[in-house]
């Protein structure tokens, strides 16, 4: 492995890591212990398996899928949950959050496209990942705190 890969691999093994530790701050904890998502544990592992910048990308590419799945699956059973007004709210909040991720996915591509490197691809891959993993846990809280009632 060339010194360049290894360095995006290294960098690469730090945003992952960084993710996780956002996850425990956004996902209730279990007693002790961080539960982590499904799709992190997915996500670890498929990029475990693949060091290269292709094998990376692939797993960054199917982790956004699977995100966004997610999402789309948690903001439905959000909506159920909320009494008109509120599936109003959301929506409208929905469309404004679906306005910054396409303006976010815009500044992510500017800020990397012109670096040299393939580690960027992975990098911007990564960051694509994180905005959409955000807001799916994020719906998922409060989804939670219906639950709970």
């Not at 509120?86 to 996915?105: I, V």
């Not at 990942?129 to 639950?147: F, N, P, T």
């Amino acid at each position: 492995m060339t010194a360049r890969r290894t360095a995006a691999v290294a960098g690469l093994a730090v945003l992952l890591s960084a993710a996780a530790g956002v996850a425990g701050q956004t996902q209730p904890a279990a007693p002790a212990q961080v539960k982590k998502h499904p799709i992190d544990i997915w996500l670890e592992q498929c990029t475990a398996k693949d060091e290269s910048t292709l094998g990376q990308t692939k797993c960054l590419g199917e982790a956004y899928e699977k995100w966004d799945a997610e999402l789309n699956r948690v903001y439905k059973a959000l909506a159920v949950k909320l009494p008109e007004a509120g599936r109003a709210a959301l929506k409208t909040a929905q469309l404004a959050w679906l306005k910054f991720r396409d303006e976010e996915f815009n500044y992510l591509n500017a800020l990397y496209d012109p670096l040299q490197g393939s580690m960027y691809r992975v990098v911007k891959a990564a960051d694509r990942v994180d905005v959409v993993r955000k807001r799916a846990l994020e719906l998922q809280s409060y989804l939670d705190i219906l639950e709970q009632i």
